[in-house]
């Protein structure tokens, strides 16, 4: 309404004045204006078409779920693997590894995960972080098991990074931030790992990551933590939980921490989403309000990363003992936010837009109706300039001279 009465009134003043010609080409250009402008609408509101950028992994670790313990239950692991395939992700983020190696089948994991066609990311985490760095002993005792996981994987096609966590004690954050992670020998120390482990497998690359430890730093206003610029890495991971509930925190949180980590990235270094989940028990990270906000939580992060070249990984497939992470019960059978992560996946994002839709059809209809309007508008007008036009034409026909002659 507001759009279409000024043009509405502009032609009704001016239409004594104009010829059916010039009426009709207005109201094309009018026309032609509102397409245009219906064309923007399109482009900025309507739904992501086409499959997503992004390479989608997911946490798994079938040691914390009841009856899914691969060395007692093999055929249960493979299930899982099937799942995680059918869901649509391109691989898997593994957790427990150490217990993998320990039960004697780390390399035939991850073959059946290669043979389904899903890439391996191993994760390495130094265990009893609150002696790091100063106890160089436990230091060569992890860093020994370390090796021989690595040795053991050096040759696996399925591999594709590991994620070597940064030792980290968060039972006592602001002290170990600023005590621990402020020392200098605890770059050194981190850096020795990394060396090491690329010395016995230099076919895999080593990817430093973080357990939002950026974030607890700059609460804390400790600066220069955690430390960056080591060698012999191909980049870092972050783990952007949100800490509002039934928010991601795109801003504050997802795009301010992948900013830190790639302005720390020299050449040929880049930036992935370690671990990034919901769950609606907890209240300090990642939490949403309800199974339905979850779902909702899921679609931002996704759409919002839909065209990025970039690896992100969802923690996790299964629920934990401490909060409903999962996007599968137990037994495999999809929650209601396994079902949109499985269309997410699958480029089936256009319903979870159903407000931007809306948006857009009201737009078009309104676009749409106010061009018929003012074509209508004109031609009307013009209808009835004719017939004014034939009686002035037909009486200017009789002369002086013809008057004068009847009488």
Known sequence: MTLLSP??????????????IYGIAIAICVIVVLATFAGIINESLKPSRGSPNFSAFVVYNPYVVSGHNPKN????????LDCIKDLGFKGVKLHSVRDFWWDGILENATRAMYARNLSVIIQLQYFGPEQFPQNTT?????????????????????????ALLYPWYSKDRFNYIKN??????????LQRIINEIGSVDSNHPIY?????????????????????????ITGYGYMPYSRIEDNIQWNEILLKYYNFYESKCSAGQDVY???????????DSGKASSETMKCQMIRDFACGFWKWDIVWCYFALHDRIDADWGLVYDNNALKESGKTMKKLLAGQNEEDFSDSDGLYLIASVVVGVSALAILV?????????KPMLEVKTETNRFSKTDVSSVF
């Open 7 to 20: 043009l509405t009134l502009i032609i009704l003043f001016f239409g004594g004045r104009m010829n059916k």
């Open 73 to 80: 239950n093999w055929t249960q692991f493979l299930a899982d």
């Open 138 to 162: 436990h230091t060569d005792t992890k860093l020994n098991t370390m090796k021989k996981v690595a040795e053991q994987l050096k040759d696996e096609d399925g591999v594709l990074w590991y």
């Open 208 to 232: 430093l990551v973080s357990d939002a430890i950026e974030y607890w730093a700059e609460n804390y206003t400790v600066p220069g933590v955690p430390p960056t610029n080591f060698e012999n």
């Open 273 to 283: 989403v370690d671990e990034w989940g919901v769950q609606t028990v907890k209240c």
């Open 180 to 189: 621990n992670m402020t020392d200098p020998m605890y770059k050194s120390e």
């Open 377 to 385: 508008s004109v031609l009307v007008i013009t209808r009835k300039k």
